[in-house]
């Protein structure tokens, strides 16, 4: 656990414990997919990490399943940081996010299944460096 014994402290994350979230966060989306219902709306946001967790709570919602959004919306605050280090890692995530958005908008599900796929093994690939960046961005607003 990170801290000097001042109270609540948050455990450090591991490349173990952030292949479990891209891996439960895939389920989710999946759940979505496979979901009667219509996705979206879909937001405007242009900033990447907000846009990412509004693209994807839509996504979910599509499941029509209360537990499915309560766990993505968990998933998305757990992963804020996730995603702002992921920004200093990966090149393209504006425009990665955008396709994933011009597929909700063009309700096609199966090319945002295949984009979806491709954003999470980009991130699983580059895990033990995202990790190593959220530590040193955490060490900065210490």
């Not at 439960?24 to 709306?41: D, S, Y």
């Not at 979910?60 to 959004?69: H, L, P, Q, S």
Request: proline share 3%; with cysteine.
């Amino acid at each position: 656990m990170d801290g000097d014994g001042d109270g609540f402290c948050m455990p450090s994350l591991t490349e173990a414990d952030l292949i479990d979230r891209y891996d439960w966060v895939q389920q989710l989306l999946l759940a979505g997919l496979q979901g009667a219902g219509r996705i979206g709306p879909v937001g405007e946001n242009i900033e990447p990490v907000e846009a990412t967790g509004e693209l994807f709570e839509a996504i979910v919602n599509a499941a029509r399943n209360v537990e499915c959004r309560e766990a993505m919306g968990s998933m998305n605050l757990r992963l804020h940081p996730v995603r702002r280090a992921e920004l200093g890692i990966l090149d393209g995530v504006e425009e990665e996010v955008a396709d994933l958005r011009r597929a909700v908008l063009a309700e096609d599900r199966s090319a945002l299944r295949r984009r979806l796929a491709r954003y999470r093994r980009r991130r699983m690939r580059t895990a033990s460096a995202i990790v190593y960046k959220v530590h040193q961005l955490d060490r900065r607003t210490d």
